[in-house]
């Protein structure tokens, strides 16, 4: 993922969890990506 400096890294991160879960590439009680894997 490419971070936007224009907005704080921890929305852009809330918004691709949010994004994921819509699809449904997230689903209940999956274990949510690691830092690492973010970076």
Do not use: W
């Amino acid at each position: 993922m490419e971070f936007d400096d224009r907005a704080p890294i921890y929305t852009q991160i809330m918004d691709l969890i949010k994004r994921r879960i819509a699809v449904g590439e997230l689903k209940v009680g999956q274990q949510l990506p690691s830092v690492r894997d973010l970076a």
